[in-house]
């Protein structure tokens, strides 16, 4: 015989926090792991992180391992091919170089003549002298600095906008919405040469120009996903159950539309870093004596033919960063669908 | 439809206002004016500033500035060739740049189709690799990366094209810029119209026909293809904003006559009027070609046409 069961009074009260708050973090992480395992599976999403990490710790430490400082200049030493330390017993990268003279080529190697040949600059000198591989990871810091800054500032302002617009809709949204129809009509290139001609040249206003035209391609995105997001059952659950608009938009929404921001985030990065170098190119970009990826690439094309040392390792640290970006973006895109 | 473009042209026209206006103000702010003659007295600047309309309220000589400007005298250059008529030294360069950039986006496209439905219909490993290889270089790497490696390689080391744009040769000279700039546009259209080109093929219409006995080559032919090629029109806007900017400084690596380079010589040698009236140029064909892109849409698609919004 089966005893009876007689509900107690307990059955009828409400979970208590404690059950609540468990299980929905137990829910959280489930789904956070599940993303991270289905980023984790792309092989090429995670040599894209792979690259990433390793560029941001060369940027950061970079500068000061080679032995030589970032702006010291040393004229006598101009000009100086890469020579790399157990490589240059090899034959390869020591320090020589092809130098065309009007009786034709030679090969010559400063190192030998400057009775240098311990000293070794890995990327080798700069027309001042200096060493071209602590400018290099200076040049990788300070773009990425921009490209950072440029980026989470892009984030606050064209999320929240992007994500008032869509919540609210009607006429909020129409208004906010012509308002991006017309700023997005004007040439992103247009924006930024007009503010840095207004601008003092320099990091802040680079960001301040990038912050401008970038702005509303998050707002864009963040807008079209409140817009799917808000008309779903757990929303208007929310809703029904009286949450306020904070609440939802934070809590209920925000966390779902961060897979697109993410990725928005990554594209944005590789955005910010070519239109830095582009200022560069132009003539709008830092000031002399600092030194980006941009003012690297502009300095070192104008004496490539000659000397294609000075252009190739900031060009191949771009390429890298821009590749890197891309796949992490393909990788968060495909995750977190 | 109607609506639709009727609406599109009122936001180019308010857009174009917008422009002039920031415009209008920044020649106002910008330190420095076409009279900062030290031989020139007082009395000289005064009547000069009648002459051209300067001692006028600023509302009228808003007005005034936006008329011209609509006409098409984008005033004189200050520095760059002193007192030549902007819209002279534009008209002589802006056949060149149109000229690279309609190749540049021509031979993308083209490419870029090509790649992407290529690989959409014949589901094959080593295609699909060369596909993801150039497209992601293509998306993520600048145009002006290119150029610098096709400059030095090609150029320079194989002597194959001159490094320098040539007057007598204009083809030869302009091809690796063109490439360059297309490289960019051919990985996003290749992108796009595979995605497009898949999506298609798993239709419920090409199963039917492919149910009714159709052969592949017929079904991709007559209705793959032609479903898939029109969306690319809406991706092709998008691309024309890379390009402009790529141009600019692809044009100076090559030495190209085009606006790009004048453009940056107008910012070296700070002739502010010169790049005001440029930016104006910029911004309008910009606006005309966005204007064309959405409007050839429009026509095409009939869920636009129909009153509906483009996706």
């Not at chain 1, 979970?15 to 092989?43: I, L, P």
């Not at chain 1, 001609?197 to 391609?217: D, K, N, R, Y």
């Not at chain 1, 995105?221 to 929310?238: F, G, S, T």
């Not at chain 2, 808003?62 to 030294?89: E, Q, R």
């Amino acid at each position: 015989m089966v005893a009876k069961y007689v509900p107690k009074k307990e059955d009828f009260v409400f979970a208590s926090d404690q059950v609540k708050k468990s299980a929905v973090k137990e829910a959280v992480s489930g789904v956070k792991h599940e993303t991270f395992k289905r980023f984790m599976a792309q092989r090429s999403a995670v040599f894209g992180a792979v690259i990433l990490v390793l560029l941001i710790l060369l940027s950061l430490v970079g500068p000061y391992i080679s032995g030589h400082s970032y702006d010291e200049q040393n004229l006598s030493y101009a000009n100086m091919a890469p020579r790399v330390p157990l490589l240059s017993g090899l034959g390869i990268f020591d320090g020589s170089e092809d130098v065309p003279k009007t009786s034709g080529t030679i090969t010559e190697n400063k190192y030998e003549t400057l009775e240098i040949t311990d000293t070794y600059y890995l990327f080798g000198t700069d027309s001042l002298g200096r060493d071209m591989f602590a400018r290099c990871f200076m040049g990788l810091r300070i773009s990425l600095i921009i490209a950072f800054a440029a980026t989470m500032i892009n984030l606050i302002i064209g999320m929240n906008y992007g994500i008032i617009s869509g919540y609210f809709g009607g006429a909020t949204d129409l208004i906010m919405q012509r308002f991006i129809d017309i700023i997005s009509s004007i040439p992103t290139l247009v924006v930024v040469t007009l503010l840095m001609l207004v601008l003092q040249p320099g990091m802040g206003s680079i960001i301040v120009a990038l912050m401008v035209s970038g702005w509303f391609e998050m707002s864009l995105i963040a807008r079209a996903e409140v817009l799917k997001v808000k008309e779903l059952e757990y929303v208007q659950a929310a809703k029904t159950m009286g949450a306020g608009h904070m609440h939802i938009i934070f809590k209920d929404i925000v966390p779902n539309i961060v897979g697109k921001l993410v990725t928005q985030i990554m594209l944005s990065i590789p955005q910010a870093v070519f239109l830095e170098a582009f200022l560069s190119f132009v003539g709008l970009g830092m000031p002399a004596g600092t030194c980006s990826l941009g003012t690297l690439l502009s300095d070192g094309f104008k004496n490539a033919m000659l000397h294609p040392y000075k252009l190739l390792p900031a060009a191949i640290i771009m390429i890298l960063l821009m590749v890197g970006c891309h796949m992490v973006a393909e990788g968060v895109k495909k995750a977190t669908e | 439809m109607a609506r639709y473009i009727g609406k599109r042209i009122l936001i180019a026209i308010v857009t174009i206002l917008v422009i002039l206006f920031i415009l209008f103000l920044l020649l106002q702010l910008m330190p420095g004016s076409p009279f900062n003659d030290e031989k020139l007295s007082a009395e000289q600047i005064a009547v000069l500033k009648e002459k051209y309309g300067l001692d006028k309220p600023v509302v009228v000589q808003f007005l005034t500035y936006v008329k011209n400007m609509l006409k098409g005298d984008l005033g004189v250059s200050y520095a760059l060739s002193p007192d030549t008529p902007i819209t002279d030294l534009i008209a002589n360069r802006f056949p060149v740049t149109l000229k690279i950039g309609f190749f540049g986006m021509l031979l993308g496209t083209l490419t870029g189709m090509l790649l992407g439905f290529l690989t959409a219909f014949f589901k094959n490993k080593v295609l699909n690799v060369f596909y993801n290889i150039l497209t992601l270089l293509g998306v993520a790497v600048p145009s002006y990366l290119f150029a610098m490696c096709f400059s030095y390689f090609l150029g320079y080391r194989g002597k194959l094209f001159p490094l320098l744009y040539d007057f007598r040769s204009p083809i030869s000279s302009s091809i690796m810029a063109v490439v360059a700039m297309s490289l960019g546009v051919m990985a996003v259209i290749a992108r796009f119209s595979k995605a497009e080109a898949s999506d298609v093929m798993k239709s419920d219409y090409v199963l039917f026909a492919k149910c009714q006995g159709l052969s592949n080559t017929t079904t991709i032919l007559r209705y793959v293809l032609k479903n898939s090629m029109m969306p690319v029109i809406t991706v092709m806007a998008s691309l024309l904003v890379g390009l402009l900017t790529g141009s600019l400084v692809i044009e100076q690596m090559f030495s190209i006559p085009g606006v790009g380079g004048l453009l940056t010589n107008a910012i070296a040698v700070n002739d502010y009027s010169v790049v005001i009236a440029l930016s104006f140029v910029y911004s309008v064909l910009y606006i005309v070609v966005m204007l064309i892109l959405d409007i050839m849409y429009c026509v095409i698609d009939p869920r636009v046409r129909l009153g509906g919004k483009p996706e």
